[in-house]
């Protein structure tokens, strides 16, 4: 009994991980696509000269 | 459905961050061999305004949809970018924001690109690659970067003599940069033949005038940075990915209304007689040269633009110069496809606001005077029999003339 709790446990933090490693890794990328202005490019003229 | 309890969370949450910050696979693990070989090209975030030399691989002449398009590239400075609507391009106005009313769409080539599409010539594309400020030599640097693309027309906007000013601008080029110019224009010998002789006239023009050529690093690296890359992780495709939909969702702002200023000069043609302005060695001219013989070389072409000058309309001796004098003799000499548009009476405040840089309406009259000027040249096709809309070249004023 103490076994399989811990298996199912084990599994649910597995599934967990995996689920909170994509919401994460999406979240810091678009955190550096706003901070970079990543996509503005075009939208918003920036002072670049030479 | 399991039951998930706040433990379960929280253990999670520690090993998704050991994960995702502790061990950084979405930045670590290369994606690239199990990608086509150009995807680094579709990651790039593409700009239609000047990227700046070490990012030129940015600007959207590079851009992958752009690759079969026929090419028609502007070089210049200030008054070929003309990516100012107003005269807050120069001068912002705190009391407005943004306080510079800066946009591609008030450009030349913006107006160039609205012509060739009511003419029907979608397949061409006109790109800015003209630069605030640029001379010849951050220009010819420019155009090394871009030279690998073939583009099929060149026009060179000078607000003669401009670009021949500072010694061409030589130091605003690194002596990496100087030396990725020296390798581009030495691998034909035509081209290398000339880009020699300018080089060292250049070098000898340093010597008298202080602007120095850069001197060459022991070991010159000839790459230029390029989008092309050994290393895309999957934090690199969704970076690009949020830029493209912020790119999709976002408006694209549109330039404010043109702010007049009548009292931003006073309007009297009296011409600028600076004599090292406006006079300079007739050996500057050879970076035309260079350029045209390097178009040659794929069959491009070049055509250089002498810009309106409010204060040069009146000016004899500059006129002469250019027409009939030793300027004007170097362009026949050496058979340069010379527009002039010195004379085209644009109409203060309202078409140029400074007498050099332009609103939107007198860019327009521009772009439709180079149009014109292209198609009677038979440098670009004529208006296809499909088009359906009236041609915008009927801007009244002086028809462009060929002088050469």
């Not at chain 2, 459905?1 to 994960?19: D, E, F, G, S």
């Not at chain 2, 080029?173 to 880009?195: P, R």
């Not at chain 2, 050496?334 to 939107?360: A, C, I, R």
Request: net charge negative; proline share 6%; hydrophobic share 40%.
């Amino acid at each position: 009994m103490l076994n399989r709790l811990k298996i199912n446990d084990l599994l649910k933090v597995a599934g967990l991980s995996l689920a909170y490693i994509v919401v994460f890794i999406l979240l810091s990328a678009a955190i550096q696509a706003s901070q970079e202005k990543t996509g503005e490019a075009k939208i918003n003229f920036e002072y670049r000269v030479f | 459905m399991p039951r998930l309890t706040p433990q379960h969370h929280m253990a999670a949450v520690i090993v998704a961050c050991l994960v995702v910050f502790g061990l950084h696979p979405q930045r670590t693990i290369n994606l690239q061999p199990m990608l086509p070989k150009d995807t680094a090209a579709h990651l790039v975030d593409y700009t239609p305004y000047y990227p700046g030399q070490k990012e030129l691989y940015r600007h959207e002449i590079f851009a992958p949809q752009n690759q079969h398009k026929k090419r028609l590239v502007i070089l210049g400075s200030s008054t070929a970018d003309s990516i100012g609507c107003d005269y807050t391009w120069q001068r912002p106005d705190p009391h407005r924001h943004p306080d510079r009313n800066v946009h591609y769409s008030c450009s030349i080539t913006s107006q160039l690109n609205t012509i060739l599409k009511k003419n029907d010539l979608n397949e061409w594309e006109a790109f800015n690659l003209a630069c605030d400020a640029s001379r010849q030599a951050n220009m010819l640097f420019t155009y090394a970067r871009i030279a690998e693309l073939k583009p099929d027309l060149v026009v060179f906007i000078d607000s003669f003599p401009f670009a021949e000013t500072r010694n061409a601008g030589v130091t605003y080029l690194d002596a990496s940069q100087y030396a990725y110019l020296d390798h581009v224009y030495s691998q034909d010998a035509h081209v290398a033949a000339a880009w020699r002789h300018y080089s060292a006239f250049l070098t000898r023009r340093g010597e008298e005038t202080g602007y120095k050529v850069p001197i060459e690093t022991p070991t010159p690296d000839y790459k230029q940075k390029t989008a092309v890359s050994s290393h895309i992780s999957l934090n690199d495709i969704l970076v690009a990915g949020a830029g493209r939909m912020r790119n999709v969702f976002m408006i694209d702002a549109r330039p404010l209304p043109v702010s007049y200023n009548p009292t931003r000069r006073v309007w009297s043609e009296v011409g600028d007689t600076d004599q090292e302005e406006t006079n300079p060695d007739v050996g500057y001219l050879q970076a035309f040269n260079i350029i045209r013989d390097m178009q040659a070389l794929h069959g491009g072409q070049f055509v250089m633009v002498l810009a309106p000058i409010y204060d040069q309309r009146h000016h004899d001796s500059f006129l002469q110069s250019i027409h009939e004098g030793r300027y004007g003799q170097y362009f026949r000499d050496n058979h340069l496809n010379v527009l002039d548009l010195v004379l085209l009476p644009l109409e203060p405040v309202y078409e140029t606001y400074d007498g050099y840089h332009n609103t939107p309406a007198g860019n327009a009259r521009i772009a439709a005077e180079i149009f014109g000027y292209l198609q009677r040249q038979h440098l670009l096709p004529p208006r296809s029999a499909l088009a359906q809309q009236p041609d915008t070249g009927d801007a009244p004023g002086t028809p462009a003339q060929r002088i050469f």
